[in-house]
T-cell receptor
Framework: DAKTTQPPSMDCAEGRAANLPCNHS???????VYWYRQIHSQGPQYIIH???NNETNEMASLIITEDRKSSTLILPHATLRDTAVYYC?????????????FGSGTRLQVQP | NAGVMQNPRHLVRRRGQEARLRCSPM?????VYWYRQLPEEGLKFMVY????????ESGMPKERFSAEFPKEGPSILRIQQVVRGDSAAYFC??????????????FGPGTRLTVL
């Protein structure tokens, strides 16, 4: 899986958009960008993934730059319940190795 | 549709005892993954199983740890002769069969093992 770089921590005011960046400059053409989060003491939760087009679902939006070397996860209206560690993972859609590799992630603290 | 279920949620064992952790995947999912999270550390992959088969155990410690996913019943992660360093949160995840979709793994609430 391609290496990713995320800031260790970020703060966001409740009700504001949270923009979490991820650098993946060595991404290959067949690799997707996946985002997971882990709320304190809970199991990780899948959020969203994308290849090159921007993606949106009920939880978040994913913006991938045109060169695909970086991406941003956007939580449009952050709530206190969005406080969690957010992981950016880059991997092919079809790979022989099924294990997810979690890095250090970004610890997002949503402030009231 | 119930999510991934793990039990027990909390398990306390004394050094030298056995710990048995159970995981029931989501309905329709035939792939199970176990991950371990040591205190203040990230999640680390341990083992990936399909029904009755271990596919990838590259993250499993070589001794004392074993996993199974029988044809009937939950997946079991067994730790024999536990030591204090085994104290951690153990998470199970599942995904459906097929060549796509397994990057979207659904995680259970975890079992927190404490070794006294």
């Amino acid at each position: 899986d391609a290496k990713t770089t995320q800031p260790p921590s970020m703060d966001c005011a409740e009700g504001r958009a949270a923009n979490l960046p991820c650098n993946h400059s060595t991404i290959s053409g067949n690799e997707y960008v996946y985002w997971y989060r882990q709320i304190h003491s809970q199991g990780p939760q899948y959020i969203i993934h994308g290849l090159k087009n921007n993606e949106t679902n009920e939880m978040a939006s994913l913006i991938i730059t045109e060169d695909r070397k970086s991406s941003t996860l956007i939580l449009p209206h952050a709530t206190l319940r969005d406080t969690a560690v957010y992981y950016c993972i880059v991997r092919p859609l079809d790979t022989g190795r099924r294990a997810l590799t979690f890095g250090s992630g970004t610890r997002l603290q949503v402030q009231p | 549709n119930a999510g991934v279920m793990q039990n027990p949620r909390h398990l306390v064992r004394r050094r030298g005892q056995e710990a048995r952790l159970r995981c029931s995947p989501m309905k329709g999912h035939s792939h199970v993954y176990w991950y371990r999270q040591l205190p203040e550390e990230g999640l680390k992959f341990m083992v990936y199983l399909q029904k009755e088969n271990i596919i990838d155990e590259s993250g499993m410690p070589k001794e004392r740890f074993s996993a199974e996913f029988p044809k009937e019943g939950p997946s079991i992660l067994r730790i024999q002769q536990v030591v204090r360093g085994d104290s951690a949160a153990y998470f199970c995840a599942s995904s459906p069969a097929g060549t796509t979709g397994y990057n979207e793994q659904f995680f259970g609430p975890g079992t927190r093992l404490t070794v006294l």
